[in-house]
């Protein structure tokens, strides 16, 4: 079995960070986790040689400097980078955003629960669809 | 003395005395003188008197008649007696009177028409086949400034603005070749003072008349109508401006409103998602850290929490009527109303009913269950009987349907009648009864959204009933 995809989570908050992290380690998932802030800094990690490719991004709506629509608009332009899933993950319920996302690519959006457990019960949905889904090479 | 008798060729002699012959003859001659001198001087005076008799009444006549034939019908021959001349005076008095009679009459039939012509306020001129001014009545001087006398022998056309002129002299000709009918005109004249006024005119083409020989041109001043009009057309125009600029403004404003409370709200939940979050955290991972009373603290934080977050959806929600476009389909509210009711699992103590069959109507579903949900939830929610009755129903008014949501729950005192619509109004303690206090507002800004009013008719002790009303828009009808 290969070695787990990495995942990068594109957020701001960081309270939002540690609840995913936390999710993942609740769920058992040995994935690796990389956490950049902002799109920017996103699209500086994917394109560096230093890192490997992610298998998925979950990624904020609202953030500074580049916000998820913004990124996600430039890595669907990119040959190559266009081909990894992301996953938005916002607290946004406003339909503009749900279908600016779709129709620029997101493969899923998940409004972030309030409560704790229930935003566990969304990481678990997303781990086990993943899981399940194949990916290109 | 002798003499020669001719037919007997006979000399005849007389020898008496011429003495004795004429004698006699003598003595009667100073008599026959006397007498024929008499006689020629009583011929004469008879004569005389004779003539007088004859011209007298002649001259009478012919002076009467000539200052009739002058036009001095006032004149009247006075020959008395009873002869010839004193009739044929009579007659030519008769004629002289009738004639001043139709004369006058015929002056106060020209005057009538002239005081009309005269005193309208419309300028009434009379052209010839090429435009020229045969006449022009006097409001021609209230209206241009010039007086009718110096118009008469010009052109009228001269005086036409010169972007009309064409038009209206186009229109002229084709009315004195065919006679055609033709619709009032309108177009430019010079004023003397240099300025416009606008006249509009009818006519008639009068030209072949013998009485009038002339196109006929009604002028009516338009002028202070066309600026009138002007204005009005302009703060019409002034109006529709600021109305549009004022409706940007609002627009503008609105969204910007609207915006921000999506922002507001939006960015409110983040931090109180971490609160919650975290506080969720500790209490897993310190569980043993925390007594009882601890525990409930940090049950109450969550719990505050979730009201805050409940707060704020509701404000969302509130500002996204309108914002988003609404769905508008035909809607039965017996299907509606019915399938809420199930949904809702109201407690078996309470009972909700339709009263009557409900309108189809044209709306957004997710609006309508809104108003439905929120007017039923409230009434199941305060429900302080151990008998609950909530009933449904609808009255056709004509313009609009009056729905009514009615409870046998503890009742609103009138002095919040009104209060309740407001943002963040409760009544109730929120730890009794969890409410955002934003259900009623939203309601409210449904029904008036779609054109219609809510109230609510309650007493302490009475129960509660909420009427509001929808626009019956002529499509709508009563399902069977």
Not at chain 1, 43 to 72: A, T, W
Not at chain 2, 115 to 129: P, T
Request: aromatic share 8%; glycine share 6%.
């Amino acid at each position: 079995m290969l070695r787990p995809k990495t995942i990068l989570l594109v957020e701001d908050d960081q309270v939002d960070c540690l609840t995913v992290k936390r999710a993942l380690k609740e769920i058992r998932a040995t994935n690796p986790m990389d956490i950049v802030n902002n799109g920017e800094e996103a699209l500086k990690y994917l394109v560096s040689p230093d890192n490997d490719r992610p298998g998925i991004i979950l990624l904020d709506l609202n953030m500074p400097r580049m916000n998820g629509i913004e990124f996600l608009k430039a890595i669907k332009k990119h040959p190559e980078l266009k081909m990894i899933p992301v996953v938005i993950l916002t607290t946004s319920r406003a339909k503009q955003d749900i279908r600016d996302s779709f129709s620029f690519g997101a493969a899923g959006y998940m409004v972030k629960p309030l409560d704790y457990r229930e935003f566990v019960d969304a990481v678990v949905t997303i781990a086990r669809y993943w899981r399940l889904s194949e990916l290109p090479e | 003395m002798y003499g020669y008798f001719e037919p007997w060729q006979w000399f005849v002699l007389a020898s008496d005395s011429k003495e004795e012959v004429f004698s006699v003859a003598n003595k009667m001659k100073p008599y026959i003188i006397y007498l024929a001198i008499l006689a020629s001087v009583a011929m004469s005076i008879a004569l005389m008197f004779l003539a007088r008799r004859f011209t007298e009444p002649l001259q009478l006549l012919t002076a009467g008649a000539d200052r009739i034939g002058k036009g001095d019908l006032k004149t009247r021959i006075s020959i008395p007696g009873r002869d010839e001349f004193s009739h044929l005076a009579e007659v030519f008095n008769q004629m002289a009177a009738e004639l001043q009679n139709t004369l006058t009459t015929l002056q106060q039939r020209e005057e009538h028409f002239r005081s009309i012509i005269e005193n309208a306020s419309d300028f009434i001129s009379i052209l010839d086949a090429e435009g020229v001014y045969l006449y022009a009545s006097p409001s021609m001087g209230r209206i241009l400034g010039y007086r009718p006398g110096d118009l008469i022998g010009r052109n009228s056309f001269d005086f036409i603005h010169a972007d009309d002129r064409k038009d209206i002299k186009f229109l002229f000709d084709q009315r004195v070749k065919s006679n055609t009918k033709m619709s009032p005109a309108e177009f430019r004249i010079n004023h003397r003072d240099g300025t416009w006024r606008t006249m509009e005119v009818v006519t008639k083409n009068l030209l072949n008349h013998p009485a009038v020989g002339g196109f006929v041109v009604n002028s009516r001043d338009i002028t202070k109508r066309k600026q009138a009009l002007e204005a009005l057309h302009q703060s019409h125009q002034e109006l529709e401006r600021r109305v549009q600029e004022r409706t940007a403004q609002l627009k503008s404003t609105n969204r910007e409103l609207k915006e921000f409370a999506f922002v507001v709200s939006h960015d409110l939940k983040a931090p109180l998602r971490a609160i919650s979050q975290l506080t969720h955290w500790i209490s897993e991972d310190y569980a043993d850290a925390f007594d009882r009373e601890g525990k409930e603290m940090m049950g109450l934080i969550l719990n505050r929490v979730k009201r805050m977050d409940g707060l704020i959806e509701g404000v969302l929600s509130y500002s996204r009527i309108g914002r988003i476009k609404e769905r508008m389909e035909i809607l039965d509210l017996n299907v509606l109303v019915h399938e809420l009711i199930e949904s809702i699992m109201a407690p078996p103590h309470i009972h909700i009913g339709i009263e009557n069959v409900l309108p189809v109507i044209q709306s957004d579903p997710i609006r309508m269950q809104q108003v439905f949900q929120n007017l039923l939830g409230n009434a199941i929610t305060y429900m302080d009987k151990r008998e609950g009755v909530v009933t449904v129903g609808c009255v056709d008014e004509g313009v609009h349907w009056k729905f009514s949501v009615s409870d046998n729950g503890p009742g609103i005192d009138r002095s919040y009648h009104v209060k309740i619509f407001q943002i963040f109004q409760t009544l109730a303690p929120r730890d009794k009864h969890e409410s955002s206090g934003i259900g009623l507002t939203l309601v409210k800004k449904i029904i008036e959204q779609y054109g219609g009013s809510i109230w609510v008719e309650s007493e302490p002790g009475k129960g509660s009933t909420f009427y509001f009303t929808l626009p019956n828009n002529g499509g709508n009808h009563v399902a069977a």
